[in-house]
């Protein structure tokens, strides 16, 4: 269980966040924006729960593809105005935390206008997970933060383990906010039925690339 707490404007919050890791297969269940990756199917699922409603994704993400030829010239031109691009260094520096040892990471995202996220990440690799489905669900989790910017998420993959520590200043418009989240449990047990999949009763609703952001 992920317990995550943000600051924007002065007014903070917190929300706790669970995250199920099976074989091949994760959940990350959040109360605005669920997310679950299916390496069996090649499926992403995007689910809001106030809105009961859900989007699927085929993977690996190919934004252009998704876009119709006569938008070709103008996606070139987007994704040259659009570069981002991200740097991560291991900082040699560990914590202990919920009882497991972290190594340290720095991670800095750079985007168009002045963009910019900085993180301090430390990730463990003491769990009982399938590693790659983690990897592929927070891969997949960044890659539609910038649809025509380039595969700057690819480095991402520097981080090896599962981040129980992640702090994060992102900054635009000359304004920055931070987010915080923190492992404060983790337990070994069978998921519910249902978990890798959107709700019943949800609607399913097309994919929109660009309001991705």
């Given at each position: 269980?992920?317990?995550?707490?943000?600051?924007?404007?002065?007014?903070?919050?917190?929300?706790?966040?669970?995250?199920?890791?099976?074989?091949?297969?994760?959940?990350r269940l959040a109360p605005d924006l669920s997310v679950i990756v299916r390496a069996d199917t090649s499926k992403m699922y995007l689910i809001r729960p106030a809105e009961k409603a859900y989007n699927v994704v085929n993977?690996?993400?190919?934004?252009?593809?998704?876009?119709?030829?006569?938008?070709?010239?103008m996606i070139e031109t987007m994704s040259k105005m659009m570069t981002w691009d991200a740097t991560v260094t291991a900082t040699g520096t560990s914590?202990?935390?919920?009882?497991?040892?972290?190594?340290?990471?720095?991670?800095?995202?750079?985007g168009p206008m002045g963009m910019r996220i900085d993180q301090d990440i430390w990730?463990?690799?003491?769990?009982?997970?399938?590693?790659?489905?983690?990897?592929?669900?927070?891969?997949?989790?960044?890659?539609?933060?910038?649809?025509?910017?380039?595969?700057?998420?690819?480095?991402?993959?520097?981080?090896?383990g599962y981040p129980v520590l992640s702090e994060t200043v992102t900054t635009m418009a000359g304004k920055s906010f931070g987010t915080r989240e923190e492992m404060v449990s983790f337990e070994t047990k069978d998921a519910p039925a249902g978990t890798y999949e959107p709700a019943v009763g949800f609607k399913e609703e097309p994919f929109d690339p660009m309001g991705q952001g």
């Amino acid at each position: 269980r992920n317990s995550t707490g943000g600051r924007r404007a002065g007014i903070a919050t917190d929300h706790s966040v669970l995250t199920w890791i099976g074989k091949g297969k994760t959940a990350r269940l959040a109360p605005d924006l669920s997310v679950i990756v299916r390496a069996d199917t090649s499926k992403m699922y995007l689910i809001r729960p106030a809105e009961k409603a859900y989007n699927v994704v085929n993977l690996p993400l190919d934004f252009k593809s998704m876009m119709p030829p006569e938008m070709a010239g103008m996606i070139e031109t987007m994704s040259k105005m659009m570069t981002w691009d991200a740097t991560v260094t291991a900082t040699g520096t560990s914590k202990t935390i919920a009882g497991f040892s972290a190594q340290g990471y720095k991670v800095t995202i750079s985007g168009p206008m002045g963009m910019r996220i900085d993180q301090d990440i430390w990730a463990t690799k003491d769990l009982e997970i399938d590693y790659g489905a983690w990897k592929e669900l927070m891969l997949s989790q960044r890659a539609l933060m910038a649809p025509l910017g380039g595969d700057w998420w690819k480095k991402l993959s520097a981080i090896e383990g599962y981040p129980v520590l992640s702090e994060t200043v992102t900054t635009m418009a000359g304004k920055s906010f931070g987010t915080r989240e923190e492992m404060v449990s983790f337990e070994t047990k069978d998921a519910p039925a249902g978990t890798y999949e959107p709700a019943v009763g949800f609607k399913e609703e097309p994919f929109d690339p660009m309001g991705q952001g």
